[in-house]
């Protein structure tokens, strides 16, 4: 409430004289503001004005306790500021508290739909950023408590109460989050994929959905696993970390996944398709395509003029008389069986067994990786030492980093299982075979091992073994 008071001060010392009389008396108003945080003075004219100690005492009288402006009553005191209203006094404002916030700790580096430019100035117009993944331990979002903030003061004393801020927690954890142990204002992820934001939560979606593979979408590059519900066009790239599945046709594009590749629609390669999977790869059909598998190959129908590679077994899934190869090289480690191989017009169809193609190129590939791991787990915990020994002196955040530790932590383990799993697979030939249970054509060159049998006839169903330095034919 707005308060005005008048107060009556001495001018000064009685005059002397011969007649004895004393000096004008000046008028002080005070005005005290609604708010209670300013004093407004306006001071009279006089013979001699008052000092700054008289001034106090009539703010004083008053009421007025706090937040005096000696400097402004000074001034008044020297009739520099007389018949004007002035600020003689200001309190303190209280200072709300802040309600709790969340900021996102991942931002997109570049636009979706924006062609991305390589480091040699040209453009791949395929590669338009169309998602962005996470992987595991990466940090995701930060929560940043409520505050209290801080009462305040009038100036006549009075303390002015705050308003406390809202606090409120993550409304959720879970779905391919957790808190940090270091930080429990601190979400990170625990798996790869795809973080979906909401304004006081993150949910990590491991499989990203996309209705085709084309011109609209661009090359897709995720942390997880990938379906298409449509087809894939030439020249387009997929690569996951998890599998990839598309439900439609797949043309002379290229598919990398560390896990399966399904193909329920086939792949038409036009000689330029390739598939490279880190475990294995099903097909309806394959055609003019180059594939990689870590593990199997199966297929329903056809495999025709590709280059099929399977660190175990390609296998022909289908019944009644499908599950042809014709044409191409199919190398397997251990075994080759399908329903018929070749063709009737002699086309030639190299089909090879008894031979890991991809051990001395996936130790190598892992050996790397192991190193490239062990270099970034050595740079952070370096830079965590430095956060926590100097925390003033630098911006890393110890739980960011921690977070990170754990993930490549959980990388390099995967890496050490792979590597195990590699160095102890051995592949012995005299286990292998190659088997059509329907036809061998005349053209097909056989392989078991460093032994080939070309077929320059016709054979009806059977199994081709190694015995005893040469490749037999078992019905």
Not at 127 to 136: F, M, N, Q, W
């Amino acid at each position: 409430m707005t308060g005005d008071h008048m107060a009556q001060l001495s001018a000064g010392s009685p005059r002397t004289g011969p007649c004895r009389e004393t000096d004008p008396v000046a008028t002080l108003r005070v005005t005290i503001m609604a708010d209670g945080l300013t004093a407004m003075a306006s001071l009279g004219a006089a013979d001699r004005m008052p000092s700054a100690d008289d001034l106090r005492l009539a703010l004083s009288s008053a009421g007025i306790s706090h937040g005096v402006l000696t400097e402004v009553l000074a001034e008044l005191s020297a009739g520099g500021l007389q018949d004007d209203d002035v600020v003689v006094a200001r309190g303190d404002a209280p200072l709300d508290g802040e309600d709790a916030w969340f900021e996102p700790l991942i931002a997109r580096r570049r636009r979706v739909g924006v062609p991305l430019q390589l480091e040699n100035g040209r453009v791949d117009f395929f590669d338009l950023g169309y998602a962005e993944a996470v992987r595991v331990g990466d940090p995701l979002m930060r929560r940043f408590p409520a505050t209290n903030g801080s009462a305040g003061r009038s100036v006549t004393g009075h303390e002015l109460g705050q308003r406390c801020g809202k606090d409120r927690t993550f409304r959720r954890v879970g779905r391919g989050t957790r808190l940090s142990a270091e930080d429990p204002n601190l979400l990170i992820a625990t798996v790869a994929g795809l973080p979906i934001f909401g304004p006081d939560f993150v949910q990590v979606d491991p499989v990203l959905r996309v209705p085709a593979v084309d011109v609209s979408t661009g090359h897709i590059t995720f942390a997880g696993t990938v379906i298409v519900v449509g087809d894939v066009a030439t020249g387009l790239r997929i690569m996951a970390d998890g599998d990839v599945i598309v439900a439609g046709c797949v043309e002379g594009a290229e598919i990398i996944a560390d896990g399966e590749v399904g193909l329920r629609g086939g792949m038409v390669g036009q000689g330029r398709g390739r598939v490279q999977a880190g475990r294995s790869v099903h097909a309806r059909f394959l055609e003019g395509v180059t594939v990689e598998a870590g593990l199997d190959v199966t297929f329903e129908e056809t495999i025709s003029h590709s280059r099929i590679t399977a660190a175990r077994d390609v296998l022909a899934l289908s019944h009644g008389g499908r599950g042809q190869i014709v044409g191409g090289q199919t190398q397997a480690g251990r075994s080759i069986k399908v329903a018929v191989l070749g063709a009737t017009v002699g086309t030639v169809t190299t089909v090879v067994v008894g031979t890991d193609p991809f051990r001395d190129q996936r130790l190598q590939r892992v050996e790397a990786r192991l190193i490239r791991l062990r270099q970034d787990i050595q740079s952070t915990t370096q830079q965590l030492i430095r956060a926590r020994m100097a925390p003033d002196l630098h911006s890393l955040d110890p739980a960011v980093l921690i977070a990170k530790m754990e993930g490549l932590s959980i990388e390099e383990s995967r890496a050490r299982d792979a590597m195990d799993r590699f160095e102890q697979t051995v592949i012995d030939p005299a286990r292998s075979m190659i088997q059509a249970a329907a036809f061998f054509y005349a053209g097909v060159e056989a392989g078991i091992g460093h032994i080939a049998r070309p077929l320059h006839d016709d054979l009806p169903g059977a199994t081709l073994l190694l015995r005893e330095g040469r490749i037999v034919a078992r019905s």
